[in-house]
T-cell receptor, first 110, second 115 residues
Framework: QKEVEQNSGPLSVPEGAIASLNCTYS??????FFWYRQYSGKSPELIMFIYSNGDKEDGRFTAQLNKASQYVSLLIRDSQPSDSATYLC??????????FGAGTTVTVRA | GAVVSQHPSWVICKSGTSVKIECRSL??????MFWYRQFPKQSLMLMATSNEGSKATYEQGVEKDKFLINHASLTLSTLTVTSAHPEDSSFYIC???????????FGQGTRLTVV
């Protein structure tokens, strides 16, 4: 499988702060990228996808993609305790066959 | 939104027995389904790609004779763990892709414990 690396974490942020998650990928030909949130014992749920270089915003979440640097990030603004979870970066290999990073566990302190 | 249902949600079985896990797309037809496995504190690892009406494609290191996959219809794929052993205990998750190929939808996962 193609390599996807995430910053190891865990990441602890106070409520209301910005959580910053990073991901790099090895296959320069990769075209689409996903961020999933996974609560303990549950299946991943899609937060955002991004295909084009630049920023993509959805509510409190912003994904950033830099294909030249093979880098994807996720910012969570105004972090809430309910955002405490493991965040998985995924790269589409083909046809939504995904290669996942190891995940970064985020804890938002009230 | 599209719903993918896995059954059972959890199962405990004795070592040496076989366990079947179902993955159903409830409101769409899925030409392709994927099976992942997740060990504790680790990420999802792709096991195999399941295409309706054809043999599954397994990832390197995944034993096709141990993990039998059948995709008999556009809404159902099954994973059978044969002769299960404690090291097969894991969280098994399927995803299904719509024919329009816009997104992969995940099932809720199956927690398998082999004792």
């Amino acid at each position: 499988q193609k390599e996807v690396e995430q910053n190891s974490g865990p990441l602890s942020v106070p409520e209301g702060a910005i959580a910053s998650l990073n991901c790099t990928y090895s296959d320069r030909g990769s075209q689409s990228f996903f961020w999933y949130r996974q609560y303990s014992g549950k299946s991943p749920e899609l937060i955002m996808f991004i295909y084009s270089n630049g920023d993509k915003e959805d509510g409190r979440f912003t994904a950033q993609l830099n294909k030249a640097s093979q880098y994807v990030s996720l910012l969570i603004r105004d972090s809430q305790p309910s955002d405490s979870a493991t965040y998985l970066c995924a790269v589409n290999i083909e046809g939504y066959k995904l290669s996942f990073g190891a995940g970064t566990t985020v804890t938002v302190r009230a | 939104g599209a719903v993918v249902s896995q059954h059972p949600s959890w199962v405990i079985c004795k070592s040496g027995t076989s366990v079947k896990i179902e993955c159903r797309s409830l409101d769409f037809q899925a030409t392709t389904m994927f099976w992942y496995r997740q060990f504790p504190k680790q990420s999802l690892m792709l096991m195999a790609t399941s295409n309706e009406g054809s043999k599954a494609t397994y990832e390197q290191g995944v034993e096709k004779d141990k993990f039998l996959i059948n995709h008999a219809s556009l809404t159902l794929s099954t994973l059978t763990v044969t002769s299960a052993h404690p090291e097969d205990s894991s969280f098994y998750i399927c995803s299904a892709v719509q024919e329009t190929n816009t997104e992969a939808f995940f099932g809720q996962g199956t927690r398998l414990t082999v004792v």
